[in-house]
């Protein structure tokens, strides 16, 4: 009976380790939703509880482990290496960071802002190919996520060109020329809160931060989606807009980036 007992525990245990590490997330992969689900909120939710500690917090030590200090490059390697081997994050991640690269190496602007700052991913992605002399500033809600951030920021070598802000994008955009002497923006990278998407960059524009030739490139436009914020871009006679098809980060689910070059 006890080993009958036991061959059913070992059982159950190779099972569930099975579902977990293996099944699942093969089954989620191509299902943007479903990936949202099961990697952003039980599994975070189970190893925050398992860990007592956060994704972000698990995130930053991946980076202190793997990355060298001072090398943007090799803190990027390792954030992807933990999302795609240990956890799922919701960087913008590899496939669409090169897009995301590619965009910012053409422009080579002088004036960036982000919205959505993270655990630094992107800021880095974003910091790395800007020109000596070059601005970058990064809005982020979250005040745990902004002190992960720093630190991934400066673990990359990378405060000089960056200048992170605690708070809601609402409350500083249109505070932007008054406390940071800039008129306006070369490019903006929206990456933060979807329904923000469409009010802070009707808000951009009525606080005269865009110019004509200004590029925002928005994330996640499929997956979770911003219907409105693509109707808006899309047709409205200030913008030419194209979309680059990708996947949502780190699985095969589609997303995308929506460029946007707003004419004035």
Same mark, same amino acid.
């Given at each position: 009976m006890l080993l009958v007992l036991l061959c059913w525990c070992v059982g159950a245990t190779v099972l569930l380790y099975v579902l977990y590490s293996w099944l699942i997330p093969t089954a989620v992969q191509f299902n943007g939703s479903l990936a949202l689900l099961w990697h952003d909120v039980i599994v975070e939710r189970a190893l925050d509880t398992l860990t007592r500690s956060t994704r972000p917090q698990r995130l930053l030590k991946a980076v202190r482990k793997r990355a060298?200090?001072?090398?943007?490059?090799?803190? !990027?390697?390792? @954030?992807? $290496?933990?999302?795609? $081997?240990?956890?799922?994050?919701?960087? %913008?991640?590899?496939?669409?960071?090169? !897009?995301?690269?590619?965009?910012?190496?053409?422009?080579?602007?002088?004036?960036?802002?982000?919205?959505?700052?993270?655990?630094?991913?992107?800021?880095?992605? %974003?910091?790395?190919?800007?020109?000596?002399?070059?601005?970058? !500033?990064?809005?982020?809600?979250?005040?745990?996520?902004?002190? %992960?951030?720093?630190?991934? @920021?400066?673990?990359?070598?990378?405060?000089?060109? @960056?200048?992170?802000?605690?708070?809601?994008?609402?409350?500083? %955009?249109? $505070?932007?020329?008054? $406390?940071?002497? @800039?008129?306006?923006?070369?490019?903006?990278f929206l990456d933060h809160w979807k329904d923000r998407y469409l009010p802070d960059t009707k808000l951009m524009e009525d606080c005269g931060l865009l110019r004509k030739g200004t590029v925002l490139l928005a994330d996640n436009v499929i997956c979770p989606g911003v219907p409105d914020y693509l109707e808006y871009v899309r047709n409205s006679l200030s913008y030419k807009s194209c979309y680059f098809k990708s996947h949502l980060e780190y699985t095969k689910a589609e997303d995308g980036l929506e460029k946007s070059v707003f004419l004035g």
């Open positions: 060298k200090r001072g090398d943007p490059q090799s803190v !990027i390697s390792a @954030i992807d $290496h933990f999302c795609r $081997h240990s956890e799922w994050a919701m960087n %913008i991640g590899d496939e669409k960071g090169s !897009i995301l690269d590619s965009v910012v190496s053409e422009l080579s602007p002088e004036k960036v802002l982000e919205l959505g700052t993270y655990c630094g991913y992107s800021t880095v992605r %974003i910091a790395r190919l800007l020109p000596p002399g070059a601005r970058l !500033i990064t809005l982020e809600f979250n005040a745990d996520y902004a002190a %992960i951030a720093k630190q991934v @920021i400066a673990w990359a070598g990378l405060e000089d060109k @960056i200048q992170l802000v605690e708070g809601a994008s609402e409350d500083w %955009i249109p $505070h932007m020329k008054e $406390h940071f002497g @800039i008129e306006t923006f070369d490019f903006v």
